[in-house]
């Protein structure tokens, strides 16, 4: 079976571009799988991708890459449009409502055609018109999958496949660093803020831990500014882009997620893959349905106050026992997630739209 994933970019840090990557080495090992980025702007992806799977692009904006038609949206489209109607694959997965639209109204028809869906369409009136030609949805959690079941309505096949970590086997964290990490994209909406502040509280109590920061992002410089203020500069340390961050939640005993609008989670999941308990917001609906309090992790509420979240914090901090208690219980939610038997339920759902 010929599978084909599109994808904005193939080649950017994000949770969604992650987990299709892993999605599409996972199938390769059965099938033909290859990966359409509609935009290629680098020489390789961020993260790994496995060697059976092939790679192309729509546009490529490489510097000295020559077009025919000038740069801008138009090509873009035009690109997509024609990609889309000279599909020869079996299955096309889309990754982004602007391109499932494209798909639902130019792929052919003999191809069965899927929306991975993650967070909510921002512009509902073209999905809502064009989805329903789609022979399936597919949404990371059970929420997502009754928000757009709503959307779209009862005769649309909505279902929910979570989100496949890579292949084992993963890094394990031997919970003996005093290190709590975070990671993704520097973003308004993942609070990075609040949990420097709520860091500051917690180094006060417990000068000998640290907080390390994994990514990039427009909110850098705030960030730094905010650590300089707090005067925290020994206690928290920007340490930049990764490709391996699943290796680096490894060397710590904690991960930390403040996210206020998180909808698939991908960092949560590979801090469980390691065996690192999650301290995470409860009004982040990916986290919210991945941690369980008292088995894996902790449920912070959604405030803006950071001493609720240092106090988590904190009470994890204080009881080894607890830490190491839900470390066992994260790597048992992490093979719920493991490649190999995510991609057996997308061949059972593909399957049985055939």
């Not at 390789?44 to 991708?49: A, C, E, N, Q, T």
């Not at 490709?243 to 609008?261: C, H, Q, Y």
Request: net charge positive.
């Amino acid at each position: 079976m010929m599978i084909s994933l599109v994808l904005a970019s193939a080649y950017g840090m994000r949770g969604d571009v992650r987990a299709a990557l892993n999605l599409a080495t996972a199938l390769s090992e059965r099938h033909d799988v290859e990966v359409i980025s509609v935009r290629r702007h680098k020489e390789h992806p961020f993260f790994p991708v496995g060697p059976k799977v092939s790679m192309r692009s729509v546009v490529d904006v490489r510097p000295g890459v020559r077009h025919l038609l000038p740069r801008g949206q138009v090509r873009t489209d035009v690109a997509l449009w024609r990609m889309l109607r000279n599909l020869k694959s079996d299955v096309l997965i889309t990754t982004r409502p602007g391109v499932g639209v494209q798909a639902a109204r130019h792929a052919p028809r003999e191809t069965i055609r899927i929306a991975r869906e993650w967070g909510r369409p921002s512009v509902p009136g073209p999905v809502k018109r064009y989805y329903p030609r789609l022979d399936a949805v597919v949404t990371a959690t059970r929420s997502a999958q009754q928000d757009w079941a709503k959307l779209l309505g009862t005769d649309a096949a909505v279902h929910s496949v979570p989100d496949a970590l890579p292949d084992g086997p993963w890094p394990r964290s031997r919970m003996d660093n005093r290190i709590v990490a975070a990671g993704g994209r520097w973003v308004a909406v993942k609070a990075y803020d609040r949990l420097i502040r709520a860091f500051a509280i917690v180094a006060g109590k417990r000068p000998d831990w640290r907080l390390r920061l994994y990514g990039a992002g427009p909110e850098e410089r705030l960030l730094r500014a905010l650590v300089r203020e707090l005067n925290l500069h020994n206690h928290v340390y920007f340490m930049g882009t990764t490709p391996d961050l699943a290796g680096e939640f490894a060397k710590a005993s904690i991960v930390a997620n403040t996210s206020r609008s998180e909808d698939h989670g991908m960092t949560v999941l590979e801090a469980m893959g390691c065996g690192v308990p999650v301290v995470a917001s409860d009004g982040a609906r990916g986290p919210r349905e991945f941690v369980a309090p008292g088995r894996n992790g902790v449920l912070v509420p959604d405030e803006d106050d950071p001493q609720t979240f240092a106090a988590a914090l904190l009470a994890l901090i204080d009881d080894e026992r607890g830490r190491r208690s839900l470390a066992a219980g994260a790597l048992g939610t992490a093979v719920r997630h493991s490649a190999g038997d995510v991609a057996r339920q997308w061949e059972k759902l593909i399957d049985g739209l055939r």
